[in-house]
């Protein structure tokens, strides 16, 4: 499967922006997909995970209450709706797939190229 994020863009602090993964390929494969995001110096970090049929989410506590995963598998395409935006959410933000479900990056195999967001203060 190949992955293509898109979405991101410039906002001020307090504004929505809604993050697309679009998945191609050998969409039959049955994946967990995991947004993730890294900041200038900073590690990548879990940001949510949602599994194939879209019945186990995890968001991490950082964006709980604000971020919302969600996917249409009919479109082959996975949501992050990111809402309430603050400066710290800035960072290039890629969607990943994993045949398990899990949060930590080394268990995805399958990388977007990632989406620039970035949050004005």
């Known amino acids: 499967v190949q992955l293509q994020a898109s979405g991101g863009g410039l906002v001020q602090a307090g504004g929505s922006l809604r993050l697309s993964c679009a998945a191609s390929?050998?969409?039959?494969?049955?994946?967990?997909i995991g947004w993730f995001r890294q900041a200038p110096g900073k590690e990548r970090e879990f940001v949510a995970a949602?599994?194939?049929?879209?019945?186990?989410?995890n968001v991490a506590p950082s964006v709980k209450g604000r971020f919302t995963i969600s996917r249409d598998n009919a479109k082959n395409t996975l949501y992050l709706q990111m809402n309430s935006l603050k400066h710290e959410d800035t960072a290039v933000y890629y969607c990943?797939?994993?045949?398990?479900?899990?949060?930590?990056?080394?268990?995805?195999?399958?990388w977007g190229q990632g989406t620039q967001v970035t949050v004005s203060s």
């Open positions: 990943a797939s994993s045949d398990s479900y899990t949060s930590q990056f080394q268990g995805y195999d399958v």
């Open positions: 949602i599994s194939w049929g879209g019945y186990r989410t």
């Open positions: 390929g050998r969409t039959s494969r049955r994946y967990t």
